[in-house]
């Protein structure tokens, strides 16, 4: 089976612009989480989607925002960007939702300038 | 408030030394406890997990980990580590939501 794919995988954005991220999760996987990785944080929980329905959220502002397709292909939104936003974001799959095993992809390195 | 602690953030060993990466966390309701590696430039994989049952559970190359609920820990050992086990490592806890802890970055010296 291929795994969970992103793309882009890197990504140079200036203050103040929007983008959008794409994740295509691991055939057969219903849910699709979504991670902020950043030297000082660590890996921060964004969002989990089950289903095309929003599951769980983390403590993030509502300019990020995600969505989920019929075939389970997930896209996360930033607007506005931030300095701060520059960060590695991952997407991980899995078959269950809320607590089972998740199956990581490489990530979307976004540098904001 | 719900976290996941990791006492170490750098840990620099010898090849043949043994390893342990300790693992604490704060959550309430059941959870399922993982350990997630980060080689250098790859992405994160699975090492272990552990959902119920012995709280002694064998991950991939050689490692494993014990949850010992009475302390909320989910510490993580290997006996021998390899120059190749130089990567870092990530405890997480996944239940209603899913808190990692921040990592620590393992060197182990050839």
């Known amino acids: 089976k291929a795994g969970v794919t992103q793309t882009p995988r890197y990504l140079i954005k200036t203050r103040g612009q929007q983008v959008t991220l794409s994740c295509s999760p691991i055939?057969?996987?219903?849910?699709v989480s979504w991670y902020q990785q950043t030297p000082g944080q660590g890996l921060q929980f964004l969002f989990e989607y089950f289903s095309e329905t929003q599951r769980n959220k983390g403590n993030f502002p509502g300019r990020f925002s995600g969505r989920q397709f019929s075939n389970s292909r997930s896209e996360m939104n930033v607007s506005t960007l931030e300095l701060g936003d520059s960060a590695l974001y991952l997407c991980a799959s899995g078959t269950v939702i809320a607590g089972g095993e998740q199956f990581f992809g490489p990530g979307t390195r976004l540098t904001v300038l | 408030a719900q976290s996941v602690s990791q006492h170490n953030h750098h840990v620099i060993l010898s090849e043949a030394a043994s390893l342990e990466l300790g693992c604490n966390y704060s959550?309430?309701?059941?959870?399922?406890l993982f350990w997630y590696v980060q080689y250098p430039g790859q992405h994160l994989q699975l090492l272990l997990k552990?959902?119920?049952?012995?709280?002694l559970v064998k991950g991939i190359k050689g490692f494993e980990a014990e949850f010992i609920k009475s302390k909320f820990s989910f510490n993580l050992r290997k006996p021998s580590v390899q120059w190749s086990d130089t990567a870092e490592y990530f405890c997480a806890v996944m239940g209603f939501k899913t808190i990692f802890g921040a990592g620590t970055r393992l060197f182990v010296k050839a």
């Open positions: 055939s057969g996987h219903r849910s």
């Open positions: 552990y959902f119920s049952g012995d709280p």
């Open positions: 959550y309430g309701g059941t959870v399922n």
